[in-house]
Every structure is written in C-alpha cells, then in structure tokens.
C-alpha cells in the first residue's frame, strides 16, 4: 500500500494505464462517459496533463466515490465535539465511501476500526508521505478507535529492482518514520507482510478467503495486470485487502466480532478497496469505509512527478534547514507574476503556486493562511515572501519529525509491531 | 498437493486441457511431436481412453524426464546396501529428474532432505493414497534424512466448493491417517499451508520470491490456468514449491545451507516441480530431484476414474473385512477369460487385471507374486483364487492401518506439526 503519492512516484510500472482505466470492471465504479479523460490515477502512476494537476472532481465521477461536503463536516464535529482537522476542511482529504456508515456506528457507540499503510521506500520519506498519517492520527485521537498499519514490504519486493535484504531495512526505518508521528502504542499494531504473514495463521487464511473471490479478469479490470507479470503481483491485491477484515487480527478483535474499518488514503489506492468492497459480502463482512486525500505536489509544480532519484523534488524528512530554506527557494513553482511590477498589478495564482498549497497541507493556522491567500491573490504578498513562510513552517515540521525519530528505539518498534490486545 | 492420484479424481475442474498438454512451456519439457496424444495428466486430471491407462513411456518423453533403470535401481542398492522396495523395483515408481544428483550428496555423506505431500479430502483416503507415504518411509528409513509433508488445505479450498471448516477437519483427519503409516516424528515435520503461513515468516518470504520469478504467462502454459480463474489457484503453485527450498524451514535447517530435496510423488504433479526446477536457479538454489509413481487404478479398471462420490471405485482405509471382500469380489475388474473353459483354454492378462495390479502395489512377497503372475496368465489361477489373494491382502493392510490409526491422538498430530528441530 502507498498511502499518499509515493507508488505513484517510486515505482516502474508497465501497465497499459488507459485501457486500465477503460476496464474498470466492478459495477458500482464504472463510468464510461470519463473514461477519455487525460488524468491517469492508478496505484503505480499518478499523471495530469493539466497545470493544475488532477481533475478531481472528474476523478470522482469516475470512481464512483462520493466528495466530502460541508454537511458532512459539521457532522463530524457535531458528534465529535472536535473542530474538524484543518486537513478536512481545507479539502486534502476530500472523498469518501460509506464515511456516514462509520460516523452511524460511532453515534450508536458501535466499534470500528482505522486501517492505513505504506509501500516502504528506500530513500528517506518526503514531507508528502506524513500527510495519511498526521490525518489519521487525528482521527484515531478523535474517536478513540484501534489502528492497524501495513508496510506493504512484500509489494515493494515484487514491484521493484529491489532485493529483499533492502526492502526489508527500509521497511524498518520506514517504520521508525511512522512511528516518529506520535501514534500511541497502546491503541497501534503496525505490521509488515513478510513478517505478519509468519505470524498469525487468521491473515493467510484471509488472504486465501479473498483470492477465492476475486478472478485473474477482475484485476486485470481494476489494475491493469496483463500476462506477463508475475504471478506475485496478481496475487498481491487480496494482501492489501486483508487487513480491511478484522478477523485478520484474533488478537485485537474477537471472533465473533466483525468490526467495520475506515482506511484514510490517497485515492491512488481506491482500486485496492473497490476489490475489497465487492469481495466483502461474500466473506460475510462489512465493506470498509474510505476516506480519500488529493495527491501530494512535487515541488516543480501540480503536474510533475516527485522522483526518488530527484532529491530536490520534493522536502525530505532527513533535509537540513538549509536543504529546505534552498529547494523551496530555487525549485518551488511559483504562481505569481515574472516581475515584481507584473505580481503587483495582477497577484498571484494560489491554485498552482506550490509554495501555498504546501502551505495549505501544513499550515495549521486557518486564519494566517487565509490571510496569505489574500494578500497573494492581490499581489500584496510577494512570492519570496510566500517561500519565507513556507521555509518557517516546514523547517519546523521537519526539525521536530527528526527530534522525535532520535527517540525511536529498536525496543519501541519491536513493541508496535508486536501482535498484541490493543487498549481500547 | 496431491501426492497420487487423489487430485486427478476428486477435483472439480474446468481447465482445458487439451490446449494446457500443447502449452507445456518450460523448455526442458517441451516435445511437440507427442502433444496429440490422448492421454491427459495435470494435477487437476489424469484421463487415459486406453484400457491398460497411461502409457507411461510415452509421458516420460513428453515430460521429458527420465526411467528408472536397472542401473539406478542397482546403484541405489549397492549404496544403501539394502534391496530396494518393491514399489521401486516392480516400476510403482519409475521414472525421476535428477535422482542421481541426490545419491551424489548421499555417496558425498552430504545432506538432503524428503518433501512429500497431500491435498487433503474430506472422504476417508483409499488404500492407493497410501503408495506415496509407504515408500517415502522407505526412502526415509534407508537415506535417513529429513522429511517434511505439506497439506495443502488451501488449495483444496481454492479448487473445491467446501467451506474453509471443512476443509481444515478434513486435514486434521487426514493428518492422523498419514501419521499412522508410520513416521518417525523425530525425523518429520507436517504442516499445513493455513496454519503453517502463519507460524514462519520465511515460508511466505520464499512463497514471494519464487512468485516474483514466474509470470501469469507461465502458470497458464504449464497448469492451463484462464483468465476465469481465481487469483488464489494463479498464486498457489509458489505455496507447493516453497517446500523444495531448505530455507522454508530455518528451524530445520541452518540458514548458512542449501540443502538439496528429493520429491517422491505421482506424476500427475510434476508439473508444479518444473516450474520450481526453473525458478531454483533464480533463487540461488538447487533444482528440486523427483522420483516418479504411476497412478493407482480404480477398481474397476485402469481408464476408469476413482471418485470420491463412488464408494465402490476403491478400496478405502475405514472399509471393514467385508467390505474388502464384497468391492473386490464385485468390482475389480478381471483379466481373465469370459468363461472357466476359456481362462484354463487362453489365460489371464495381468496387465489390466486389477486384482493384480493392487497386488503389484502391495503383495511384498517377490515370488508368490511372480508365481501367481506366471499361474494367472496361464489360465492355471482362477479370477476368484486371485481376489481372494487380494482380499487377504487388504484385509490386513487395512486392518493393521486401522488399529494404527486408533493409536494417533490429538497431542502426536501437535508434536508432528510443532517447528522444532528435526533429530538427524
């Protein structure tokens, strides 16, 4: 699982993605009127002609999922007695499936459950890939539900030119990463495939439950698969579907409990859940919940792509002040004009300026931001300005990420990753 | 895994399998010039319209393994000075891949290991399911060496139409029966593949790795698989090869050794192992050494299928004395003359007569069998004196199987499949 762009980004991919797009098989998604549509949205590709980046009002027309509207949030925070997470009302996580049926069990004080993952990178995570999981970590504080984390090492074995020894250390300090978010342990299990699937028979069995569901022509349909991949990868989709059934995990929920779950994701990943959602009657379960995030902008603007290979695409959680004061300032795609006098008679476009919608992501102050929308769009605020509070606010975010990783040791990720009753 | 003919008639299968025979791709295999043949052999099918059933030497080449000969059989002797089984030396087993690389490591005193197995069924097993384990206890007795015995309950889930709790009682019991042949639990390790993938992370691990290494291509030119078919029977190959590889089982065998691993089997599943025998070398492992049966008739001839739902198409391990006695007496096809007159005039022929055949597998007396072969065929032994010869045959293996069996308690199927150590 790539819980934000990262797949999208990290991976080599030889799907024939429009006639993937064209095939989308399972009933309740297809929507051939869209099917034209220049944006590729897979969870190996992310591409948008567009400088805007993805359509993604178009992008739910076509997956069938539903947009988050403002009735919606007001019955978060009607039931929650919260304020929604800025990343909510600001439209990051912006799409969802049956979200009403969890808030419903929430209300009638029924259990769920919070899924989310990673496809584990070599390199260093990106500020992007803390997005899923700031988010759920709010809304695990906020309803007070137990967490599952999958590292998806087994798909990142297969998908890459990896060997196994390097994705499974990089799983490890991906998983140090995660746990530098501040997730509490007693309410957490976080996992990695290759280990999880030697320790608890329920998953494997789960896995095979799934695959008897679903034929080598569905997902050919969802995700593109043609016959010459691997059979590794055809079959690695009921995985990522198993943690979606909380049978997969006898030591956090009883077995006669079928606990429903909520996955927070970029929507990249939807394919995986569309599966799992048509599979889930026939296993005699509930069909997951989801909640959906845009995609996370390269530093060069909406409609290129981050690259692992390209260090000054994107902010990196390991990058030194410095790295961050310079990247911003030399590589993020400005939307103001090309001449002071220009910025200053037109303003500013915050749409495609990445240094605001980084801002947008990261900001938590409502009142500031809005402010510097404003102020931007009039051509009040100049851009090296704009970077100025960009550059405050990210060195921040990742000085403190690198503080609180110091502190993970290898007895705390020993610790999450231990199947175990959570405390809830 | 079927380790005889079990699979061929018990499974329910839509493959076709005509197109699968002509698909036979991994190249030491290929023989265009015999894909026309009507005898049909995969795991999932074993079909032949002549009466004398298979014709074996015809396989051999298109399969394009090798005979046992004299030689080998001589060679095994000498080594091992002992006389080798009478399922070896009346050509039960008779053909193998590369038996001489194993008896190298054996002449070398360098290690190997056994690998058998079973698909299990939810009916009692038959008398002819016994083949595979008496002479892999023999092979274990006289090379002392490991032995591991997988069950694979998932891809019997995955084929049939039974419930995953059926399924696993089916297993269970079929355990005990296997136990009761007699194996030394010091020296054997059982699993099944929906308990034991969720007890060691390395059996999954190789599961992946031999998964990376073959594509949907390959699995549809050696099982016939189709894009109807479930994801689970596309990825399920790689759960029957992980056992060739010692590294499966790192509480067996240290992680620094490569051990080699000889498969006795039918040859209905050789199929799966020249898959592995062309992943091996990508996995940095030796190719898997096999040693062949043919099938076991059906009572009533050897064209016929057994079938599970035919309780009078063998002799099964929970039929009383007189069970034996009335299915033989009424079933087992004859070979012999129409009349009396006819039989003492023109003789019997023992090559389709079943009664004779059944005693080929399990009469270890070398010369009464050849007395009453040379008696039969010259019309001298009567049908009804040959079933008789038979009934007390079965009598006592069966009998004898069943007062075993009633000594298996739950604790020996535990200490069977605990991962421990093995004592060699």
Redesign the interface.
Known sequence: MSSHRCNAFDDICNQNIEKNLRMNSIAEDSDDEYVSEEDVVTPWDVTSKSAKGIDYDKLIVRFGCSKINDDLISRIEALTQRKAHHLLRRGVFFSHRDFNELLNCYEKKQPFFLYTGRGPSSTSLHCGHLIPFIFTKWLQETFNVPLVIQLTD?EK??WRDIS?EDVRRATYENAKDIIACGFDVKKTFMFS?????????????NV??I???????Q??GIFG????????K??F??VQAAPCFSSSFPFIFDSNQKVPCLIPCAIDQDPYFRMTRDVAPKMHFPKPSLIFSIFFPALQGAQTKMSASDPNSSIFLTDSPNQIKNKINKYAFSGGGSTIEEHRAKGGNCDVDISFQYLRFFMEDDERLEQIRKDYTRGELLTGHLKKELIEVLQKLVGEHQERRKQITDEMVAEFMKPRRLEI
């Open positions: 087994d074995y297969l196994f495939d290759f280990a999880f699937l030697g320790q608890c028979p329920q998953f494997y069995q095979v439950r695959q008897k569901n679903v034929t080598f022509n997902v050919k698969f043609g016959d010459s991949d691997c059979i590794g055809i079959a989709p009921a």
